[in-house]
């Protein structure tokens, strides 16, 4: 199978012309306060500097635009409305022809192809009211990896317009299913993070569940059936290397790495009861850190790596709790309708995503780390899974139609709960879990 | 030399219809419930079909090979109990076979929940077998959450088939 193409991105500074003016306040979407209406933004073709590089700048151009686009912060204005035009990536830029058509940021760009298929992407980013070049950056790196180096433009975009970190340069790991609701088949997957490049890392043969990445994206561990009993995994993503992590022959299931990547907390079950255990990867070292008569599962660590995250029905039913990463008293947090299960701790630390079954339906939602400011973002026969965008503001998960023909889709939620948009894959997908922001 | 062959020969046969059983179970293809497995298509009926009490048809079929839970529970009903009293003088009976017990829930919960129930609802059988004698090296168990729903519709009369706790036997020692 491929390597994954490592990329190699040079940044840049473009000399800024000196177009800054007088400021009537900063260009910026908060992105909390609930977007009413998305911020009208014209993406210009970029523009192919040489020859060969018209197909690059054409796609390139739409994956910026689609990354924007698809945040739901931002609606790009039809290039049939244009009065001015961008054909030379140098020319001034007249902003009145980009404020009578109420764009109120303008992005240019251009792409050359330079030898041994290396690709220069430049681009700029205007405040068309404030007359301001706010970002003007280059990046260099091979041309196969020109959806990388898109995703790169819009998260610089992204990050200076909302002030929050980025996300788009990432990728996905998940399950791939296919055939009928009673004979399933599953594979590990990855893709980008909007659905384009799957690549398969198994076959059909086990069922495998539940994948997440290690830290830096070069590890993954999930559970397959691989031994005959669910076991967790730990598989190297380039080399597809892999090792069971618990010598003895126990089921394991529900793992998750700790925020340093020296760990992975994960439930084993010996029949009647399932307890939270860590485990050491460089050691092997194996810590019980839940022990009641109890189902204990779906641990996540705290992004500082101080508490965990899990769900149990120690109190009589399923739901949410919080402990020392060592261990100890655990303190409930979820007291809403119904049952809570899949708790995962937001990157920024603040929230903690969650599935939570109430009136026949199951919804994804987010909660304070207290527990407090409780929200339900989806709603539907089967909505359940979520995981965080590398900057907290996305939530990905899975969403399965009932009946005999039932089976599930890949969907994404902002948290305010107003842009729902399905994640296209090649089959059916569940079990998602994002990366970090890539190197 | 005559009766070398012919216990090899039985050997076979047995190893074969469990293997059959296994396969179709785990694949969740039997969609008919107990009714369904036990299949001995080119193998004398007379000799593993559900008239030999000590072959795995008649186990599947007529002590019958699974007990279904109440939604969320792993508490043994009294129908169950009944079924698991038969599976345990059947293996008391026939004590060259092992035992897999495979747990299952339906599709109405998550899924590491449902893996943690399908573990609790298979030890719920295990625990009852033992109880009655049966040696707990016989007896691996296994949960499959609510990854292989034998019956796909989403209503009850679908969920409660899928609610359930298969005893697989087979030939050989238990891993």
């Given at each position: 199978?491929?390597?994954?193409l ?6 840049m500074?473009l000399?800024l012309?000196?177009q800054?003016q007088e400021?009537?306040?900063?260009l910026?979407i908060?992105?909390?306060e609930?977007?009413?209406?998305p911020?009208?933004i ?12 018209e ?11 689609s ?5 739901g912060l931002f ?6 409305a244009?009065?001015g035009s ?5 020319a ?14 303008l992005i ?9 298929n290396?690709?220069v ?5 205007f ?14 790196a091979?041309?196969?990896?020109w959806?990388r ?9 992204y990050?200076?317009l909302?002030g929050?970190?980025p996300y ?6 998940y ?6 609701k009673n004979d399933?088949k ?11 490049n799957t690549r398969?890392l198994?076959?059909?043969d086990d ?12 590890e ?6 691989e031994?005959?009993?669910p076991?967790?995994?730990l598989?190297?993503?380039?080399t597809?290397?892999r090792?069971v992590?618990?010598?003895e022959r126990?089921m394991t299931?529900a793992?998750r ?13 010996n ?14 070292q194996?810590?019980q ?5 109890a189902?204990?599962?779906?641990p ?15 109190g009589g039913g399923?739901?949410i709790?919080v402990?020392?990463a060592n ?9 809403g309708?119904?049952?809570?299960g ?10 903690i995503?969650?599935?939570n ?6 919804h ?7 527990g407090s400011q409780?929200k339900?973002l989806t709603g539907s026969?089967?909505?359940e899974?979520?995981t965080w965008?590398?900057?907290g503001?996305?939530i990905?998960?899975?969403?399965e139609t009932?009946g005999s ?6 969907f ?6 107003q ?12 079990d998602?879990a994002w ?5 | ?7 090899m020969?039985l050997?076979?046969?047995?190893a074969?219809?469990a293997c059959q059983?296994?396969r179709q179970?785990?694949?969740g293809?039997?969609g008919?419930?107990v ?6 298509t080119g ?5 593993t ?8 048809a008649y186990f599947?079929?007529t002590?019958g090979d699974?007990?279904?839970f ?5 508490t ?6 009944s ?12 004590t060259?076979y092992?035992?897999t017990?495979e747990?299952?829930?339906d599709e109405?919960g ?14 719920a ?7 009655k004698?049966?040696?707990a ?7 499959y ?9 989403s ?10 706790a ?8 238990s891993s």
């Open positions: 199978m491929k390597q994954v490592k990329l190699m991105i040079a940044a500074m000399g012309p000196a800054a400021n009537s306040g900063p910026r908060e992105i909390t609930g977007i009413i209406e911020m009208p014209a993406v210009t073709q970029f523009v192919a500097e040489n020859a060969g590089a197909a690059f700048a054409s796609q390139l151009t739409d994956v910026v635009i990354d924007l686009v698809g945040s609606r790009n204005i039809d290039p049939s244009y009065i961008v054909t030379n990536f140098n001034p830029v007249s902003f009145p022809d980009w404020k009578a058509i109420n764009a109120q940021a240019t760009g251009a792409v050359t192809l330079t030898s041994d290396q690709m992407v430049k681009f700029r980013l405040d068309v009211f404030g007359q301001e070049t706010l970002i003007g950056l280059q990046f260099a091979s041309s196969q990896s959806r180096m898109s995703h790169k433009v819009a998260d610089q975009v990050a200076r909302t929050e970190d788009f340069d990432s990728r996905v790991v399950i791939a299913e296919e055939g009928p399933r599953k594979r590990l997957a990855v893709m980008d993070y909007d659905g384009a398969y198994t076959g059909t069922i495998v569940l539940a994948p997440r990445f290690s830290p830096n994206a070069r993954i561990i999930y559970t397959s059936y031994t005959g009993v076991q967790v995994f598989m190297n993503v380039d597809l290397s090792r992590l618990d010598s126990n299931f793992p790495f700790s925020p340093d990547g020296r760990k992975v907390v994960m439930s084993l079950s029949g009647a009861k399932s307890d939270i255990y860590s485990f050491d990867l460089a050691t092997g194996k810590v850190l839940t022990n009641t008569s189902i204990d599962t779906a996540s660590y705290s992004p500082d790596g101080n508490q965990i995250v899990f769900e149990s029905d120690r399923q739901q709790y402990m020392p261990g100890g008293a655990a303190q409930r947090i979820s007291f309708k119904g049952r809570y899949t708790p995962v701790w937001s990157p920024r630390g603040d929230m995503a969650f599935t079954i109430s009136g026949g339906r199951f994804i939602g987010v909660m304070r780390t207290d409780e339900l026969f089967l909505d899974g979520p965008s590398p900057n503001r996305v990905m998960f899975f969403r009932q023909g039932g089976a599930p889709n890949l994404s939620v902002d948290i305010t709960g842009f729902l948009k399905k994640v296209p894959t090649p089959t059916f997908g569940s998602p990366s970090g922001l890539l190197e | 030399m005559t009766f070398m062959k012919m216990g020969t050997a076979c046969v047995l074969l219809t059983d296994f179970n785990e694949s293809l039997d008919n419930g009714n369904g497995s036990g299949t001995t193998v004398d009926p007379n000799l079909g559900v008239n030999d009490p000590t072959s795995v599947n079929q002590i699974r007990v279904l109440q939604v969320d529970q792993s043994l009903t009294p129908t169950a109990i079924t698991l009293d038969g599976q345990a003088n059947w293996l008391l009976a026939n060259s092992t035992t017990i747990g299952h829930a109405q998550t899924r590491e929940y449902n893996l943690a129930l399908g573990a609790r609802r298979a030890n059988v295990r625990d009852y077998l033992v109880s004698g049966i040696a090296n016989r007896i691996d168990i296994v949960t959450g609510k990854e292989r729903p034998l019956a796909v519709c209503t009850e009369e679908c969920w409660s088939k899928n609610r359930r298969v005893t697989l036997v087979a030939t050989g020692l």
